[in-house]
C-alpha cells in the first residue's frame, strides 16, 4: 500500500506539472470503503489525512476509530433520512442532488453538488439543467458551505473518452461559480487533473481490490 500511495502522489504531481498547475492544488481523497480498518491507518501513518466513504453504517465505526484530524468525504449517495447523522460526522458532501437531503441536514459541512454529466439514466446527480435550482437551495442551506461540483461520470475504458465530460464539468462550474471540481478516479484521475479536477477520488489504485464483505 505504502508504495502504491507514493506513486499515485507522484502521478498526481506529474499530471498537474504537465498543464502549469501547483500539484497542491489537487487533494487526494483516498477511497476507503470496503477497506478494512487496518488499511486506513497505514495510510494514515504514512500522513495521509482524507479519506472517502459511501456508506454510513460502513463509515460511522471508522470513523469513531481513525483519529481526529482525519477529514471524511462523504461520495455515496445520500438518502436523506440519513442526512443528519452524515452531516454530524463528515466534513464534505460531495452528492447533494436534492432538496430534501438539504431540509434533513444538521451540523455543517462542505458541500459539493453531484452533476449527471452524461445525463445517464439510474445514476445519481442532478442533470445539468436542473442544477441552477438545486445551487439556489445549497447556497440557501445553513449547513452547507457550498464549494463547486462532483462528477462520477460514464465507465469507459479510455481516459480520454472521459475528457469531454470532465470538461464539461469545468465549464458549468466556471459559469455558476464554486471553487472545488471533484473528478477523476482510479483509471481517470491523471486526465481529471489536466481538464481541471481539485479533489480526485481513488480507491482501488491505493488499496488494492475492495472486500465486499465489508
Ligand atoms: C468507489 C468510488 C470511487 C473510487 O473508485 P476507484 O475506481 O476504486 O478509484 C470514486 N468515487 C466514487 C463516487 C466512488 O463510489
Same mark, same amino acid.
Given at each position: 500500500?505504502?508504495?502504491?500511495?507514493?506513486? !499515485?502522489?507522484?502521478? +498526481? %504531481?506529474?499530471?498537474?506539472?504537465?498543464? *502549469?498547475?501547483? $500539484?497542491?492544488?489537487?487533494?487526494? #481523497?483516498?477511497?476507503?470503503?470496503?477497506?478494512?480498518?487496518?488499511?486506513?491507518?497505514?495510510?494514515?501513518?504514512?500522513?495521509?489525512?482524507?479519506?472517502?466513504?459511501?456508506?454510513?453504517?460502513?463509515?460511522?465505526?471508522?470513523?469513531?476509530?481513525?483519529?481526529?484530524?482525519?477529514?471524511?468525504?462523504?461520495?455515496?449517495?445520500?438518502?436523506?433520512?440519513?442526512?443528519?447523522?452524515?452531516?454530524?460526522?463528515?466534513?464534505?458532501?460531495?452528492?447533494?442532488?436534492?432538496?430534501?437531503?438539504?431540509?434533513?441536514?444538521?451540523?455543517?459541512?462542505?458541500?459539493? !453538488?453531484?452533476?449527471? +454529466? %452524461?445525463?445517464?439514466?439510474?445514476?445519481? *446527480?442532478?442533470? $445539468?439543467?436542473?442544477?441552477?435550482? #438545486?445551487?439556489?437551495?445549497?447556497?440557501?442551506?445553513?449547513?452547507?458551505?457550498?464549494?463547486?461540483?462532483?462528477?462520477?461520470?460514464?465507465?469507459?475504458?479510455?481516459?480520454?473518452?472521459?475528457?469531454?465530460?470532465?470538461?464539461?464539468?469545468?465549464?458549468?462550474?466556471?459559469?455558476?461559480?464554486?471553487?472545488?471540481?471533484?473528478?477523476?478516479?482510479?483509471?481517470?484521475?491523471?486526465?481529471?487533473?489536466?481538464?481541471?479536477?481539485?479533489?480526485?477520488?481513488?480507491?482501488?489504485?491505493?488499496?488494492?481490490?475492495?472486500?465486499?464483505?465489508?
Amino acid at each position: 500500500m505504502e508504495t502504491r500511495l507514493l506513486h !499515485i502522489q507522484e502521478r +498526481i %504531481a506529474r499530471a498537474a506539472e504537465s498543464v *502549469g498547475r501547483d $500539484p497542491a492544488s489537487v487533494t487526494l #481523497i483516498a477511497v476507503s470503503k470496503h477497506q478494512p480498518l487496518d488499511a486506513l491507518k497505514a495510510a494514515y501513518d504514512l500522513g495521509h489525512r482524507h479519506f472517502g466513504e459511501s456508506r454510513l453504517q460502513e463509515a460511522e465505526p471508522k470513523i469513531a476509530r481513525m483519529p481526529a484530524d482525519c477529514v471524511w468525504h462523504f461520495i455515496g449517495n445520500l438518502q436523506s433520512n440519513k442526512a443528519r447523522k452524515i452531516g454530524d460526522l463528515f466534513d464534505v458532501v460531495h452528492t447533494f442532488d436534492n432538496e430534501r437531503q438539504l431540509d434533513a441536514l444538521r451540523g455543517s459541512v462542505e458541500g459539493l !453538488i453531484e452533476v449527471n +454529466i %452524461a445525463e445517464e439514466s439510474q445514476k445519481g *446527480g442532478v442533470s $445539468p439543467v436542473e442544477l441552477d435550482t #438545486i445551487l439556489q437551495k445549497v447556497v440557501q442551506c445553513p449547513h452547507v458551505t457550498y464549494r463547486g461540483l462532483m462528477t462520477v461520470g460514464p465507465a469507459v475504458d479510455d481516459p480520454d473518452a472521459m475528457r469531454p465530460f470532465f470538461r464539461r464539468l469545468r465549464e458549468i462550474r466556471d459559469r455558476i461559480g464554486g471553487d472545488w471540481l471533484s473528478m477523476g478516479m482510479s483509471g481517470d484521475f491523471e486526465a481529471a487533473i489536466q481538464e481541471g479536477s481539485t479533489h480526485v477520488r481513488i480507491g482501488t489504485a491505493i488499496f488494492g481490490p475492495r472486500d465486499r464483505a465489508l
